[in-house]
């Protein structure tokens, strides 16, 4: 046997064994409900020959889809905020068991281009991963610093005093927005957040070029099957990296107008057409370039197109069928209704050219329909999502991630209720999760009450994880706005009393910041370098610490 064959069968032989453990890891039943489209075999060819590195992020994100199970198993809630800090991180740890990093506070607050914006997408796409970065390193120095402070104890009794041990290591999902490109920036964006410590992130359906805040007008979704090839391909990067990372699938089709191509029959029922052959030879688009190129105002142009819409009588086909219906000769209208409508649905699927035969066939004639002449001068096509349309997406999405996700305008019980039971009807056992916006006027949603009682009532939907996305900014927000006011007015009293004094009674550790901050841990490796003694330690004699240490002799 000559070498080259040696060396085929060597390669032959080492990607089977790499495939063999690649098909051993899926089987376990963590994976049972994921889909896949690609073979262990693709994936082992793309590893590299590299020994296969257990990424810090996996080990999280196998301790987050336990802590999700588990709530999904006893109907409770893992409840969170986005965080902006490692401030918030360290005191998050001690009552939460996940932490949120929102695509919308890195982008006004932390862009790695330093220029701060709405929620757009067009921050860099390393914004969000080098925030995970800072806070899971944040993570990991505090849970070093808090066992090597425990490590001190010489008795239980000591230990004990010392209290629980706070699990620092609190998992992390981020904000992966729409992906920040093609398939091909899904892929980077993804092996970003692993290599930097995100035991989860979530992907949207918007369009990466038109992405909006999921709070904003004028939101643009991309054909199902696209969506599901983001999701594919975030699972291929994070199978190739050998990781569990945790995929939520997040859909803004519930208020979406926009779609960027009819190329996926499922996303037929939701287009929106002319039903008015009048307009057939003025395209929506055609008119208002005409209008602007004459000099419209913004106030015209806003007047032209409304015009237009009324004229071109935009509706849905399945709307469009119901209306010629009535007008018709058509007799036993309501069988012949539920004929179609058992064809046409909203979870049929069905294209529309067999929507189009379908009603000519019960009619006796075609109904005009045309959902190119109203499209916008983006070449975008007009859509009409809502619920049922988040539904089917969802549906679609579930395979591929582990929970799911409806971007909503208000937190309507009813609504959410619908949602979820419309998700499990297809899989019963999916989680879901739920956005507790501050974009939402809570005051005027419900009662204070309802307030109290909402999240545990999404729980019992199947809402096993829901997160204020930016609790973090407000939060920092008011506190800051509320000291500068009171520090203005009242000097140190206002520190000392509202701030200081505060910290003492809640036992807020951030009270002794230089402790905090690890300046104790730090001492300790600088001793531990120089044989056990350092005439540099910052804790040493004469730390201003030490004035915060009980006076024993009082007591």
Not at 495 to 500: E, G, L, T
Request: hydrophobic letters at 35%; glycine letters at 6%.
């Amino acid at each position: 046997m000559d070498a080259t064959t040696l060396d085929y069968q060597t390669l032959k032989k080492q990607l089977g064994a790499s495939a063999r453990e690649i098909e051993q890891w899926w089987s376990d039943p963590r994976w049972k409900n994921t889909k896949r489209i690609y073979s262990a075999q693709d994936v082992a060819a793309r590893r590299g020959t590299f020994p296969p590195i257990q990424y810090p992020s996996s080990v999280q994100a196998k301790k987050l889809y336990k802590v999700l199970q588990e709530h999904r198993k006893r109907g409770t809630v893992a409840r969170t905020f986005g965080a902006l800090d490692p401030i918030h991180i360290s005191q998050m740890a001690k009552y939460l068991d996940t932490i949120y990093v929102s695509g919308w506070q890195c982008s006004s607050t932390a862009s790695t281009s330093n220029e701060p914006g709405p929620d757009l997408a067009d921050y860099p796409m390393d914004t969000v991963p080098n925030k995970v970065d800072h806070l899971f390193k944040a993570q990991l120095f505090h849970d070093r610093k808090q066992l090597e402070n425990r490590a001190k104890a010489t008795s239980q009794k000591e230990l004990d005093a010392q209290g629980p041990p706070i699990d620092y290591m609190t998992p992390i999902i981020a904000d992966g927005d729409a992906g920040h490109g093609g398939l091909t920036a899904v892929f980077k964006l993804t092996k970003m957040f692993i290599e930097r410590g995100a035991a989860g992130i979530h992907m949207e359906d918007q369009t990466s070029t038109n992405k909006k805040c999921g709070h904003m007008a004028g939101r643009c979704v991309i054909p199902v099957q696209e969506h599901v090839n983001r999701l594919s391909t975030v699972r291929m990067c994070a199978d190739i990296m050998h990781s569990d990372l945790v995929i939520v699938a997040r859909t803004d089709s519930e208020a979406a107008t926009l779609i960027s191509s009819t190329i996926d029959v499922r996303d037929h029922y939701y287009v929106v057409g002319a039903t008015n052959p009048e307009v057939e030879d003025q395209p929506f688009a055609e008119v208002m370039d005409k209008a602007i190129l004459a000099g419209a105002s913004s106030s015209e142009l806003a007047q032209i197109e409304a015009q237009w819409c009324k004229k071109a009588g935009l509706k849905l086909f399945h709307e469009a069928f119901a209306e010629e219906l009535q007008k018709s000769n058509v007799s036993n209208k309501e069988r012949v209704l539920a004929e179609f409508q058992r064809k046409v649905g909203p979870y049929t699927g069905t294209p529309h050219r067999e929507a189009q035969k379908l009603a000519k066939k019960l009619l006796g004639h075609e109904v005009y329909f045309n959902w190119d002449v109203p499209r916008v001068r983006e070449g975008l096509y007009r859509y009409q999502g809502g619920t049922q349309c988040a539904v089917m997406r969802a549906r679609a999405f579930a395979p591929f991630a582990d929970l799911v996700w409806m971007e909503s305008n208000y937190p309507d019980y009813p609504q959410a209720k619908q949602f979820a039971e419309g998700v499990r009807e297809e899989f019963p056992n999916h989680m879901l999760a739920y956005n507790l916006s501050p974009s939402f006027n809570w005051t005027k949603a419900m009662s204070t009450e309802e307030q109290g009682t909402f999240i545990e009532r999404l729980g019992k939907l199947g809402y096993n994880w829901q997160f204020i996305t930016l609790a973090g900014l407000h939060t920092t927000a008011l506190a800051v706005n509320n000291f500068s006011r009171e520090f203005a007015k009242h000097g140190m009293k206002a520190y000392a009393q509202n701030v200081q004094q505060k910290e003492m009674d809640e036992g807020v550790d951030v009270l002794k910041h230089q402790k905090w901050s690890g300046a104790e841990y730090i001492d300790s490796l600088l001793k531990l370098a120089q044989g056990g003694v350092s005439a540099t330690a910052a804790m040493g004699q004469g730390v201003t610490e030490d004035q915060f240490k009980e006076d024993k002799s009082k007591l």
